[in-house]
């Protein structure tokens, strides 16, 4: 299927759905701390999403129960919220979610720590977040796809982490999963050329040991099959004539 070009109009609209995200994701960046549930920490994202008159787009999305992924130490992505999952001191935490605007979504992710950060987790937070920047150098119309990925990858390769390869980043827009899948390992192929007016969500998932996942019986969360921690990071990316537009990157990094 092909990529969709974004017109001038959805393209406002698509700024829009995404800058509302980054000041959701900025007011959840302050209250991750210990003692928190991360039942708790949906409730309030729904709550931030809703008044701003938007609605939670992973909200039931394939039957998942909640607004926002809470991801804790070794969960990779699609942690569900739970009353009885309270946060504890350094604990590295990965919040995904994303919103619906006049009918155009928007999609991000961020890592957090609870407290007082461990040396190697930060680090692990910070190469994780760093590889989506490696990456986006390479989003310019007329380079190809996959240089973003090979960018990403080698990038995370030299610091000997593990890149997850069963989940891939994604076109956006008009659904929340649109053409193409973005991969954050190497390809041999180029891929399809970018082009002005794609929106595409990139975003690495990077453990501290191999990049091997399983899967929970909850049939959503996704952990490291070695246990080690792991980290994500996300933004909605708008491809462009010249530097690509981050669109769902607040204040806080
Ligand atoms: N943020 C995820 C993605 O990038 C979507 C989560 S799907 C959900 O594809 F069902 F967990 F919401
Ligand atoms: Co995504």
Redesign the pocket.
Known sequence: MAISIKSPREIELMRKSCRLLSQVHDELAKIVRPGISTKEIDRICEEIIRSYGCTP???H??G?P?SV?VSVNEEV??GIPREDRIIQEGDLVSL???LIYEGYHS?A?RTHVAGQADDAAQKLIDVTRQSFFEGIKMARAGNHLHDISNAIASYVTSYGYGIVRD?V??GIGRT??EPPQIPNFPQRRRGPKLRPGMTL?V?PMINMGTGDVEWLDDG?TVISADHSLSAHY?NTILITDGEPEILTLGNIP
């Open positions: 787009n992973f909200l999305y394939q998942y909640a992924c992505v699609h995904d979610t994303g999609d992710a989940l980043g994604h929340l999963h969500a975003e959503w996300e």
